[in-house]
Structures are given as C-alpha cells and as structure tokens.
C-alpha cells in the first residue's frame, strides 16, 4: 500500500482551528519539553514552520516556562543509595532515617485583623527552601502553602520561624500531610540544592529547573557529553518522570481549590476512583486540574482548578456532591500567587500518574508505554513519552 503523507496543518484565521494547533503544540511540549520543532511537526501533521511562529507566540502570551517533573516522592531511594554507598556496616547505626527523603504537606492560614503584605511574607519565609508555592485565598483561608520538608520536627521548626518572623500578625494555621499526588508544582531551586545526590545531577536539574528546552551543558559546569548522559539517567531511573511545561497565563480567569473531608469513609472507599476520574474528565481539552492530592488529619483532599468564571467552580462541587461519595467539600479562590508557580499545565492525562493509578484498577483502557517501558518494569515508573 503506497504510504500517504501526513497532513500538514497551517495557521488558520479560524479560532477553533488555531486552539486545535495550540492543543497539539502543547500536548506534545507538555510531555517532552525538549521535543525538537521537527518531531513535533512529524507527530502533529503541522507544519514546522507554524510549530516555530505558533510556539514563540504561546511562550509569550501563556508566560510559558520549560521544567523538569521531579520525582519527589520517590527522592529518598535515591537519597538512600547515595549516602550510604560507602559506610561500612557499623556506620549504619549512626544513620538518621529522617535524614533522607522528603515529606509534601499543605497548610492554610487564616489572618485574624490585618493581614501581612506579599513582600512581608516573602521576607519570612527568604531563609527556608520548605515553601514552594505559597497562594492568597478568597474565602475561608487567607493564604494556602505547598511544603517540603524531611520530617514533622523540620516543619514545625519552619512554622515556628514564620510565626515569629510575622510577630505583628495574629493567625491560624492548619497543616495536613500529603498522602498521594496527581499532577505537579514546579520545584525551587533552594529545594533542589538540598537534594543528597552527586553534584553533577543536582546542577543539571537546576538547568534543567530554569530552562528545559535550553542547552543542557551551560556555563561550562558540564561539557555536553556528560550533560547528555546524566540527562539519560535522570529519565531512566526515574529522577525525572518527564521535562514538561507550565502556564503563568493560562487564558482561565480563576484558579481554585475544591477540599474534600470524607465523613463516610466506607462510602468513600468504595467509590474513591470517582472523584479523580470526575476531575479528570470535566475537560477534554487538557489544562483543567493542575494538582490532585490526597491528605490526612483528616482523612481529605483537593484539587487545583483553572476555570474561565467563578460560578464554574460551585457547578463543580454540586456535580461531586450528586455522586454520593462520603465526602464534604468546600471552595477557595486564588487571589494571587506569591511565591513560587502553581503549574498550570496542558497534557493529555493518559500519561499522568493519575492515569497510571486508574488503569491498574481496571478502570481506564491499558495503553503502550512506548520504548521506557522496559526501562519502567526494571527500575520503577517512567511517564515520559519520546
């Protein structure tokens, strides 16, 4: 059979034919951020040409920045293999468990009278690489923090120290360990520098933190070879689960929080699936949920939302609510962002962890996994699609 060329896309006048062009320009970025323009043409049917043009016009306009997706939650394994590659047996005693691996946590703050300016915050919190994306709220809370930390005695230490740092301000604070995460925040580079890994990855994750798509071998810290292969190995041992991208300008008006506490956690158990695969599905056109975590104390959730209107979100919550699920939800609005990124994203959630979650429960179709999948079954997950 003679094969048929693929059909190249060219910009079109039309609305609906340049956000299909955005969607596939994104959803391939998203899964590999340094995807070269060819490829990417080869894979879409859009020209190289308009990948080029279309691509430096949404860098601009989305605020559009290249970033790695770092395995955190898998950190300790690798922390572990490089702290005690040398000690001898009787060394192992002496070693403290909390000393490797990280801890994710969220917390809220409620301001009671003044609340402190974005710049006093900032001030606070200078010191300590813990916060990662620290958010003002509309509605029950005036802040939400995303934090890191190695252990509870860390991050009472850093609560205590904003506490202090802002003692002209009266506040609550209400902190929940994370349990388990979909999606992603983009990392400080303070918190990649605490990483016990050679100096050689954590300087290539730092570029690649600052740049994904841009050269690998900069300043001449690594020559390109090394640079390449250390790259390789961040891919297969899992380090990074992919190079992707985030939005500071998504084209969506409101980003949100719905909570969840599950009051009938028989109920919940049976049907937990639902409420992700709910989140999941509202939107076919990709960038709908940034952030999926399940939490304790108590046992809850929620998720980052991006939305066109305000109202979207109470059409949510009521949407959730009708599925009986054991669950009490709430809503919070973000005000403003001020400190870190939250991560608007655009990919297709086939490739997601939370995909990789539902599929091993039967419940989403089992898909190829492409050239990584041998590298996946011998050393742990890999989500990044080549």
Known sequence: MKNVPMRQYRFSASTDAREKVENRILRELSMDARKSLS???GDTGISKTTVFNELNRLISEKEISFVPEIN????WRHEMLYTTKRMQKRDFRDLDIHSVGFSEYIGFVKFIGRKPSDSEIVKAVSSFYNPQNICGLHGRYDMFMYLVARSNIELNAFLGAFCKSLKGYRMKIRVKPILRTHGFFPLRNALINQFKIPEKYKKLLIALNDDARGQLSKNDELDKTTATYIYKILLEYGIVRRTTLHMRNSGKAFTGLITYSVVNNELYQRNMHLWCDHIA???ERMGFYTFMAETSDPYGGFAIINARNAEYFNSIKKS???MNLGIKMGILIVTNTTL???GIRNFDMRYSKHYELLEGQGLMPRI????????KRRRGPVYIEM
Do not use: V, W, Y
């Not at 955190?72 to 950190?75: F, H, N």
């Open 39 to 41: 490829s990417i043409a």
């Open 72 to 75: 955190l939650e898998d950190m």
């Open 281 to 283: 599905k509202l939107d």
């Open 320 to 322: 959730i609510e009708g």
């Open 340 to 342: 870190g990124n939250i």
């Open 368 to 375: 190829e996994r492409t050239q990584f999948a041998r590298a």
